[in-house]
């Protein structure tokens, strides 16, 4: 099979097509042949060496894709062979096929395409758990969401302003504002005094802030109401500053970290939650922004265009196998 390697950390030079062994089947695992797979910011991390990787050289990124189910080692009552499928969180989907074990893998709907799986689950999923799970908003409360024309910013936008939440988007560029806005934003700010420009808005402060840029977190701390939450995802912009204990107790703030894996704890929770997904996804209340397509010779370009952050959505740039 055809597959997106490297073998050396480094640029996206080091990337290139080889030929590799198709992959063997383990117990209660599947054979996906991939046709579209999703790109991330953790997949330049592993680039560079920052980050944990699957096996040894030469390494195949990609935690996420859809495609159809080639061959599977036991009988499971929702997928069979043949089955269009997709998956959130495997490794090495950037190739022309893919192990899965058959409880990460989540049952296609005709009417969602491949393409739109691979562009919505990593992020789509992210979002709903720090709208749900982090901190669930409720009506009339004001949200700040920072690095809000990216893949997640996007998406928890749109899920925020479903429940009906005031979100306040913070973004770099004047073209990643007018996104947030088009996503439902009721006020667009750029990353220069943005927490002034908050206090604008809300002058006692957010009840909400989701930080994922990290370095921001000081700031988010101090630009959320007496009693806000602030919910701490990513680390985009650096490492965040520490935190003194005795500023969360004198404002009686709330900080909350959050990671998708200790939501996604069963198969029967994946699938529900994805099922979510796809369904506002079929009712038009959820708009996917698929940033560019690549074929996977042409992988280093998906990456290089990513690490430029010149593009609105760009955790969700995709490669498309052909």
Same mark, same amino acid.
């Given at each position: 099979?055809?597959?997106?390697?490297?073998?050396?950390?480094?640029?996206?030079?080091?990337?290139?097509?080889?030929?590799?062994?198709?992959?063997?089947?383990?117990?209660?695992?599947?054979?996906?042949?991939?046709?579209?797979?999703?790109?991330?910011?953790?997949?330049?991390?592993?680039?560079?060496?920052?980050?944990?990787?699957?096996?040894?050289?030469?390494?195949?990124?990609?935690?996420?894709? #859809?495609?159809?189910?080639?061959?599977?080692?036991?009988?499971? *009552? =929702?997928?069979?062979?043949? @089955? &269009?499928? %997709?998956? !959130? +969180?495997?490794?090495?989907?950037?190739?022309?096929?893919?192990?899965?074990?058959?409880?990460?893998?989540?049952?296609?709907?005709?009417?969602?395409?491949?393409?739109?799986?691979?562009?919505?689950?990593?992020?789509?999923?992210?979002?709903?758990?720090?709208?749900?799970?982090?901190?669930?908003?409720?009506?009339?409360?004001?949200?700040?969401?920072?690095?809000?024309?990216?893949?997640?910013?996007?998406?928890?936008?749109?899920?925020?302003?479903? #429940?009906?939440?005031?979100?306040?988007?913070?973004?770099?560029? *004047? =073209?990643?504002?007018?996104? @947030? &806005?088009? %996503?439902? !934003? +009721?006020?667009?700010?750029?990353?220069?005094?943005?927490?002034?420009?908050?206090?604008?808005?809300?002058?006692?402060?957010?009840?909400?802030?989701?930080?994922?840029?990290?370095?921001?977190?000081?700031?988010?701390?101090?630009?959320?109401?007496?009693?806000?939450?602030?919910?701490?995802?990513?680390?985009?912009?650096?490492?965040?500053?520490?935190?003194?204990?005795?500023?969360?107790?004198?404002?009686?703030?709330?900080?909350?970290?959050?990671?998708?894996?200790?939501?996604?704890?069963?198969?029967?929770?994946?699938?529900?939650?994805?099922?979510?997904?796809?369904?506002?996804?079929?009712?038009?209340?959820?708009?996917?922004?698929?940033?560019?397509?690549?074929?996977?010779?042409?992988?280093?370009?998906?990456?290089?265009?990513?690490?430029?952050?010149?593009?609105?959505?760009?955790?969700?740039?995709?490669?498309?196998?052909?």
């Amino acid at each position: 099979m055809k597959a997106l390697v490297f073998n050396e950390f480094g640029d996206a030079d080091v990337l290139h097509v080889a030929e590799l062994p198709t992959p063997p089947i383990g117990p209660n695992q599947a054979l996906v042949r991939v046709e579209s797979a999703g790109l991330n910011f953790a997949d330049v991390y592993r680039r560079n060496g920052n980050y944990h990787l699957v096996g040894k050289a030469p390494w195949v990124l990609g935690y996420e894709g #859809a495609g159809v189910v080639a061959d599977i080692a036991v009988d499971d *009552p =929702e997928i069979k062979k043949g @089955a &269009r499928v %997709a998956f !959130a +969180d495997s490794p090495q989907a950037n190739a022309e096929f893919a192990i899965v074990d058959i409880d990460r893998l989540i049952p296609l709907p005709d009417d969602i395409s491949a393409d739109v799986a691979a562009a919505l689950l990593l992020q789509g999923l992210t979002a709903q758990y720090l709208a749900r799970d982090s901190y669930a908003a409720k009506s009339g409360e004001v949200a700040v969401v920072h690095a809000a024309a990216g893949g997640v910013g996007l998406l928890l936008t749109q899920l925020l302003k479903l #429940a009906k939440t005031k979100v306040i988007a913070v973004a770099s560029t *004047p =073209e990643k504002r007018e996104a @947030a &806005r088009r %996503a439902g !934003a +009721d006020c667009v700010i750029g990353v220069e005094n943005w927490s002034e420009n908050v206090r604008e808005f809300a002058p006692s402060g957010a009840d909400v802030i989701y930080d994922s840029v990290g370095s921001t977190l000081g700031d988010s701390l101090a630009t959320a109401r007496t009693g806000g939450t602030v919910v701490f995802f990513g680390m985009a912009g650096g490492d965040p500053p520490p935190v003194d204990a005795r500023v969360l107790m004198d404002r009686s703030l709330s900080l909350v970290g959050g990671d998708l894996w200790n939501v996604l704890t069963s198969a029967a929770i994946r699938r529900s939650r994805a099922n979510e997904l796809f369904d506002l996804v079929r009712k038009g209340a959820l708009d996917v922004k698929i940033a560019a397509r690549f074929p996977l010779a042409r992988g280093a370009d998906a990456h290089r265009m990513l690490e430029g952050r010149g593009v609105i959505g760009m955790k969700n740039d995709r490669m498309m196998r052909k």
